[in-house]
């Protein structure tokens, strides 16, 4: 006997419009069959058959299901040996690939690996979207112009790399791509003349604060 | 995002340094400052942020990952491969074009590869302390005055009391004369507000005496 995915294959011959409705209806019934799907999830549970796993099958329509006495049949003959022999190694490659990528995108794909930004941006920069980018918004790509609409109103790298929850390091190379593109505008901050802020912004800052 | 790119004028991002609001922008130019929050773990600097902040305390992570290990400190955990960083901060407008933001300092020392950012560019520093727990902000007192960033030392009252008074403080921890030491309550919108004042008038003095210099 093969693999699971191989042996759902050759087991059925061209099914009825009637026995792919089986499938569906039945399916509470073959746990067994949720099983091969659910396993990928669930390695855990791999002793407890009888127990239907907690998520539907991916496919419900899987390669014609077949109608329930065919299936009774199966379980009864070919049950142990997907059990014991050949399934336990298809469990473990498998396994490995889902649950490396177990918890979402990574964060450098949505930069495509890179690491830095082409601009310098503090983390306190202010960025806000430019009249380019408002006309473009339908034509950005899908990162880009989260960011966009974010950057209505000026907004810090800080603060959309906290809304959009990515690193802020994913953030700065979005923004560098964004303001090379003239998708946003990148203010100044208070040490962008030099490598301190000046006595005027200063003086400003103070007094804001005391109206406060 | 290519064929946006050709259609810009400007060409490749690389060629464009950042100018300050290039040509788009009829609006303001609105400009930002940042203020760094320090102190150790549990000591109000979130607290402290937030009674000022117009917005609710955000959090940013930066990943650190293999790549930095070399660069960064591992020796605490020296089984961490990959972790997650954690900064909160809030932003005050000051006026229709300025922003001021506060950053809290991650309070692991693990993470000083993020103190480099934080300090680049800050107005400065307030350094808070639990006088029960003097020695946890010892760190970032050296940090600031290894970068020469002007920082006040607020003592935050915890339950409203001061354990200690300001003079046996300033001699236990040995801080400059010049340094200010404040007494706060970091729940208190006035008292943070307060201690900000206190920190700008610092930093600008000290800008001055080192112009005159």
Known sequence: MTSGPDDASQRPQEPTFADVMNGFSLDAKRPRRRKRWGRRRDEDEQGRFDQAPPTPPPFPAAPGAPPSGADASFAGSGYGTYETGPIEPIRDEMLVAPAA??????????TRGRTKANFDLAIETLVSTSPQGREQLGLLQMEHRSVADLCDQPRSVAEIAALLAIPLGVARVLLGDMAGLGVVTVHQTASSTGTEPDLALMERVLSGLRRL | MDSVG????????????????PVHRPGPTTISAKIVVAGGFGVGKTTFVG???EI??????????EASAGHDDLSATPNKQTTTVAMDFGRVSLDSDLILY?????????????????????????VLVDTRRLADCFSAIDFFEDRNLPYVVGLNAFDGLQQHRVEDVREAMSIDPSV???????????STKNALIALVQHAMQARMAAGAR
């Open chain 2, 6 to 21: 050709s259609s810009f004028p400007g060409g490749p991002a690389m060629a464009r340094p950042p100018q300050p609001a």
């Open chain 2, 56 to 65: 609710d305390p955000l959090t940013t992570e930066a990943v650190m990952t």
């Open chain 1, 101 to 110: 990528g177990a918890a979402a995108v990574r964060p450098y794909a949505w």
């Open chain 2, 102 to 126: 506060l950053f809290g300092t991650p309070g692991q020392h693990r993470f000083w590869f993020m103190w480099d950012d934080l300090v680049r560019g800050a107005i400065g520093a307030v």
């Open chain 2, 51 to 53: 009674s000022v902040s």
């Open chain 2, 180 to 190: 200010p030491i404040i007494t706060c309550d970091a729940r208190q919108r006035e």
